[in-house]
Nanobody, 114 residues
């Protein structure tokens, strides 16, 4: 069974940094574009960043220049380095494939607050 396991969230002050990780099985990771998504309370889940198998990246406008997505193919893991965090980045963060979706993981909570 495919599993997505997100980790690395926490409470951070505005301007702080966090690094999220998403581990998954090689059967879905290999060669596929992977993405990070987030869902704030009362809002729809939204796209944050994506990385293709060829390491091309794409970001939503509000995180450009602050977030960096990367992947380690040997570990079947995708990362999201988040710098200069803002209160509006507060959400549960999830990973999943881009071209099709597998069951969502539990996500990891990111709270940006002073």
């Amino acid at each position: 069974q495919v599993q997505l396991v997100e980790s690395g969230g926490g409470l951070v002050q505005p301007g702080g940094s966090l690094r999220l990780s998403c581990a998954t099985s090689g059967s879905i990771f290999r060669g596929n574009a992977m993405g990070w998504y987030r869902q704030a309370p009362g809002q729809e889940r939204e796209f944050v960043a994506a990385i293709t198998g060829g390491l091309n990246t794409n970001y939503r406008d509000s995180v450009k220049g602050r977030f960096t997505i990367s992947r380690d193919n040997a570990k079947n893991t995708v990362y999201l380095q988040m710098n200069s965090l803002k209160p509006e980045d507060t959400a549960v963060y999830y990973c999943n494939l881009i071209t099709y979706k597998v069951p969502w993981g539990q996500g990891t909570q990111v709270t940006v607050s002073s």
